[in-house]
Each structure stands twice: as C-alpha cells, then as structure tokens.
C-alpha cells in the first residue's frame, strides 16, 4: 500500500481528481488491503494552519472570508502554545469542519463546491469563518485562572440557512450561530447614510428600505451562554437525539440543559463522595447515545464505562449496566491504573457498539455484554516497555481521543511521532499512517509505517527510541458518509482522502 500526497503551499494546489472514497451504495467502502486498511491509496487533500493573532487581523481586512485562505495560511514556525489545536468536529452533512485551539479561537473550514471547471476542488476545504469564543477569565473566589482553550466543539443538525455548534473551555458552554449576509438594507428613515439618528422635523418623505448586494460576509454570534454550572473543569458535552437537550460533563458531575434556558440545568450524575479523601475514579468522558435520548454512558480514570437511563431516576446514580474488563494479575503494574483510564467514548452510528480509548488500546463493546469487550486492538504497545519514561514526562497522562467511520468497520486513533492508527473491523488488518511535513511534498509516495521494537531495523521502519513525544495525535475527525479524515498535529490540520484509481 502507497500514500500519494499532494499538498497546498502558500496557495498553490496540486491539481488533481479527488472523488468519494464510496461504494455503490453511497456508504463508505471497507478498507481493505494486502498491506492493511485502505483501499488503493490515501492522498493528502490540504495542511492547513491554525490562524496565529497576527493573521487574524488581516482576516479582519479582508472583505470576502472565502479568500483569506492566502492570507493565513502560510507557513508559520513560530507557532505559540495559544495556536495548538485543541479539537476537531465535522458538521452531520460533512461540509463544514471546525477546529478549536487553545487560544479559545474557532476556525470554520467550508468544503469546496464541485464545478464542470473545478472538478478536482471537491476534496478540498478552505476558511469560512473564524472567530474568538472564549477569553480568559478570573474566578476571584477562588483565585482561579480560566483558560480560553477550547475542550470540545458539538454541531446541532442544520435546521435553515444558518448553522450552530456548540463550544467549551473548562467552565463554560456557549451557543454560536454561524450565518451569511450577502445583502445590507439602505434608505433608512430616521438614520442618516452614515448610520446616525437623524432630526424627526427634517423628515419630510417616507422612503422604503431596500435590501442592496453587498460582498459576502460570514457572522458568527453567541446566541445563548451556560455557565456557573461545574465547580471542575468540563471534559465533555453531547447533544442528546432530541436535540432539545445536550449535557455537560465534569470531573465529578454531569449536567443536563436545555437550549432555551441558561440559568439553570439538572444534575444527573453525581459521584462526588462526601469526604474528598475518599475520592477514587473521576469522569473522564460522556457521551448521549445516537438515537434513545434517555439513555447515555459515561467512563472513569478507573477503565471502567456505566451506561445509565434517565427514565429511571432523575439522578442517574445507580448505572443499568456497568461495563468492565476484569484484570490480568500477570500484567499488573505500577502503571497499570494510569494506563486503564479512559480518555474517550464514542457510541456507535448505529448505537449497537460503545468504543473506549484508554493510554495503549482502543476497545469496542457490545451494549448486551458486559463483562468483556468484544474487541480489543493494541494501539501501541511497543510503549509498554517505555512507561517509565512516559511517566516522567507526563505523556502517560496524554488524552487520546477516537472515532468511527461512517459505516462504523472502521476505527481511526492517534499516537506519537504524528503517527495515527486505522483499525479494520471487518478484515482485522490495520495501518500505522503519519501526518508529517516532512513526509507531504506534492505527489511523493508514502507507505505505512512501522516501528521496530528491537533487534535488525529494516530500511522503512523506525525504532521505538527515535519516536518523538512531543509530535502526538490526540484529536481526529471523520467525515460523516464520506471516507475523508481530519487529523490534527499541534496546529497544523492534515486533510486526507482515498485516492480514485
């Protein structure tokens, strides 16, 4: 199996046809390979950067948001922590993607609309909006920094013209409305041209206002603010299937709302003990199941995933299933309880399978079997003799996430050295793919890598000494029907594609 890149430099794309990696059908294709998963090949559709506070000013002076690609997108080395993207969602449809960095900043990508001109523009996605959702705030009570990092992003299925998402620090959740403006009204009666009231004594004539053509322009507003709701930091939010509620998880608690009010929510979980001392497990993850809006899962720092139903009591306390995977002794460690944590749960899309990523393995689980997990793949478990190491520098401690094609067969993950992982449901292959710079030079030809663990390194593989720590993949995205992955590396944004023969 070969990866074909082609990457956009400072504007110029390499032009070439990019079609839907789908079967037949329309659902995407299984990955299937001699090599591992993908059939034929993968292309790199576009790196894009994460806007740094110098180009967001010229963004600012620039009239039409669809040509700002130029502007910020060039290739920055003096990327700041602030500028480190911090989470990746596609819209339901796909055509929209959001980022959101540490600097509390969205960036909205919008996918390129096919032409008879522009055939090969389809795969590609550009800027559509961007704007700052949240600034770093004090808490005086408790002499406490908020930081502006944005933790998770959540779009709400488009229901008109406009889209809205919803975006979270630590503290707080808000509401954006996403919307364009192509036409601005003229001829006011009591406002000048100029936009100043006028002297009702000088208006002599009643005109009608007029909608006139104006350059496109991209609005994003705040429509509702959640806040004052979580004493710990907010790990997760997830709309329910109502999309009339979504819910709001901390270390300790999880909170329901609704959208139209944002004053008050109700505590379905709570698992805070009465002596902190006695504090075992923390949630690390929630998340609503895809189609019953009674019921949703949550993991802890413990490994272990409750599945809880609102229908039986307004505090979901007591779970109705508890999902846990008994130890092996002969595996156990002083790093065994780091390692088991969960850093993230993702339901299926057809909400039969819960998926679970702690530190070394992705697990997939039924919902009607409890005591083990169907399916376990080992993510890298070359680091296994490196936990020491791991420790000392804290990546132990880094928080992967995971996610589901679109068919769920097939399942993507991060790593380090920008290495992310393919895992094949279906056919049980797998693929070890990496998003580098280094390894994205128009149409150069990349192959899966591999890491030798010890003994004679062959040409192609790398040695589990030479990963480098500091380049990880924690958060990706998978286009909804359609085989294109988002992955980011610190604050660059790889685009890929299944390459059509």
């Not at 990349?446 to 040695?463: A, H, N």
Request: aromatic share 10%; charged share 25%.
């Amino acid at each position: 199996m070969v990866l074909q890149p082609a990457e956009r430099h400072c504007g110029d794309w390499s032009h070439r046809r990019l079609g839907p990696w789908c079967s037949p059908t329309g659902s995407p294709a299984p990955l299937s390979c001699e090599t591992g998963c993908g059939e034929g090949t993968w292309i790199l559709v576009c790196r894009l950067l994460v806007p740094t506070q110098v180009s967001l000013l010229s963004m600012e002076e620039d009239i039409d948001t669809r040509k700002i690609n130029n502007s910020f997108l060039r290739d920055h080395s003096y990327a700041t922590e602030a500028d480190i993207i911090s989470t990746v969602e596609f819209n339901h449809t796909g055509e929209l993607l959001a980022t959101g960095d540490k600097g509390g900043r969205v960036v909205i990508f919008q996918r390129e609309q096919e032409s008879k001109n522009q055939v090969h523009r389809r795969g590609e996605y550009n800027v559509y909006s961007t704007f700052q959702s949240h600034e770093p705030e004090f808490d005086y009570l408790k002499s406490l920094e908020i930081e502006e990092k944005i933790n998770k992003i959540r779009w709400l299925p488009q229901q008109n013209a406009a889209y809205f998402l919803l975006s979270t620090n630590d503290k707080t959740v808000k509401l954006w409305k996403v919307s364009e403006r192509d036409k601005r009204p003229e001829g006011y009666n009591l406002k000048d041209e100029e936009g100043r009231l006028r002297d009702p004594a000088t208006i002599t004539t009643l005109r009608v206002p007029v909608l006139r053509p104006m350059d496109l322009m991209v609005e994003a507003t705040p429509r509702r603010v959640f806040a004052n709701a979580h004493t710990y930091h907010i790990n997760s939010i997830s709309v329910n299937s109502d999309y009339e509620t979504y819910m709001s998880a901390d270390d300790l608690r999880i909170n329901l709302w609704n959208f139209e009010i944002t004053n008050q929510s109700f505590n379905i979980v709570d698992i805070k003990p009465a002596n902190m001392e006695e504090l075992t497990e923390v949630i690390t993850a929630a998340e609503f199941h895809p189609h019953h809006c009674n019921t949703f899962v949550y993991s802890s720092s413990k490994g272990t995933i409750r599945l809880c139903d609102m229908r039986a009591s307004a505090l979901c306390d007591r779970h109705t299933k508890f999902f846990e995977e008994p130890e092996d002794p002969s595996n156990r460690s002083f790093f065994s309880e780091i390692i088991s944590s969960i850093s993230d749960v993702k339901f299926s899309h057809s909400g039969r399978y819960i998926m679970t990523r702690d530190y070394l393995t992705v697990k997939v689980w039924d919902l009607n079997m409890e005591n083990r997990p169907i399916e376990t793949y080992q993510v890298h478990d070359y680091l296994r003799s490196k936990l020491c190491s791991l420790y000392e520098n804290d990546c132990i401690f880094d928080k992967f996430e995971c996610v589901w094609n679109g068919s769920d067969s097939v399942i993507m993950t991060g790593s380090y050295n920008n290495f992310f992982r393919m895992f094949d449901r279906n056919t049980k292959r797998d693929v070890t793919l990496e998003a580098s710079r280094e390894n994205s030079k128009p149409r150069a030809i990349l192959k899966p890598r591999k890491v030798c663990v010890g003994g004679k390194r062959r040409k192609d593989e790398i040695s589990v000494d030479s990963l480098d720590f500091s380049k990880k993949i924690l958060h990706t995205a998978w286009h909804p029907s359609e085989n294109i992955i988002a992955v980011a590396a610190t604050n660059n944004l790889y685009i890929f594609q299944d390459k059509v023969n």
